[in-house]
Nanobody, 122 residues
Framework: QVQLVESGGGLVQPGGSLKLSCAAP????????MGWYRQAPGKERELVAR???????NYADSVKGRFTISRDIAKNTVYLQMNSLKPEDTAIYYC????????????????WGQGTQVTVSS
């Protein structure tokens, strides 16, 4: 059973910051693209940011310049630093590990954490 464990969500005022963490098993982390997604009430899950094995990244347009994804290989952990938070960032944030195609852990739908709630409100 592969478990991804997210932490760091909470309630923050507009303009504030939060840092999310996601720990994954080492066997998965080292061969995966890691991503953060979010799902707001009544909306579909959407990609927020991804980091690839070469440390390249991509971001949703709505978070560019405000959010930063990074990873610590020694800790098998991926982070999402969220600054200048807006009420529209309110959502459940999910971490995904997507192993490389052809690796022993490859799975079409990847592996997901349980989600962590982020609420931006005054």
């Amino acid at each position: 059973q592969v478990q991804l464990v997210e932490s760091g969500g909470g309630l923050v005022q507009p303009g504030g910051s939060l840092k999310l963490s996601c720990a994954a098993p080492g066997s998965i982390f080292s061969i995966s693209t890691m991503g953060w997604y979010r799902q707001a009430p009544g909306k579909e899950r959407e990609l927020v940011a991804r980091i690839f094995s070469d440390d390249s990244t991509n971001y949703a347009d709505s978070v560019k310049g405000r959010f930063t994804i990074s990873r610590d290989i020694a800790k098998n952990t991926v982070y999402l630093q969220m600054n200048s938070l807006k009420p529209e960032d309110t959502a459940i944030y999910y971490c995904e590990a997507y192993p490389h195609i052809g690796s022993p852990w490859y799975r079409l739908n990847g592996y997901w954490g349980q989600g962590t709630q982020v609420t931006v409100s005054s």
